[in-house]
């Protein structure tokens, strides 16, 4: 819409297009930081590992289907808690801080070439997509996906 279209729109007819299109967000509800990392994750498959673990194969592949949970207070995975998350967030060459930090391949991940790193104290979740991270546990590395609240069906 140009400027010239708005000049000859009456006040409640720019009010209404205003509304039109801030309302939908704003029912939507505000945007809490880290609400993007916050709630209960499904953990799908295991992806890899680093060259050091405290989980062998078994004990990695007893995790899949378990929840991953992270709340503003602590973050927990099948009974074992961390307390207090940080929830910094630093960008990284996922080939690089994989290759570096983490002592592993990118390859089988599945991440962006630049990865959103999210330190929760005791481990790391890389966001992969929306609602979709990678989650690293004790050196091994889990695809998860965020569950939508209120879902019938869905058992802890």
């Known amino acids: 819409m140009s400027l ?7 006040p409640a007819a720019i009010l209404a297009l205003a509304a039109s299109v801030l309302l939908p967000a704003l029912a939507a509800g505000p945007i809490r930081p880290n609400d993007d990392i916050l709630g209960q994750w499904r ?3 295991m992806l890899d590992a680093s060259n050091v673990t405290a989980l062998d194969d078994r004990q990695a592949a007893r995790l899949v289907g ?17 307390d207090e998350p940080e929830f ?3 960008y990284e060459d996922a ?3 994989l290759r570096e930090d ?5 390859w089988k991940l599945g991440l962006p070439l630049t990865v959103t790193v999210i330190d929760l104290s005791c481990t790391e979740a890389l966001v992969k997509g929306h609602d979709h991270i ?9 695809d998860a996906v965020k569950r939508s609240p209120g879902l019938p069906g ?3």
């Open 154 to 156: 869905q058992a802890k």
């Open 66 to 82: 378990k929840l991953f949970v992270v709340e503003p207070g602590m973050v927990s995975m099948d009974g074992e808690v961390c």
């Open 4 to 10: 010239r279209t708005l000049a000859c729109l009456r």
């Open 88 to 90: 910094t967030r630093h």
């Open 134 to 142: 990678v989650v690293l546990w004790k050196g091994v590395f889990f």
């Open 102 to 106: 983490a002592h592993a391949s990118s």
């Open 95 to 97: 080939v690089r801080y």
């Open 43 to 45: 953990i799908t498959r």
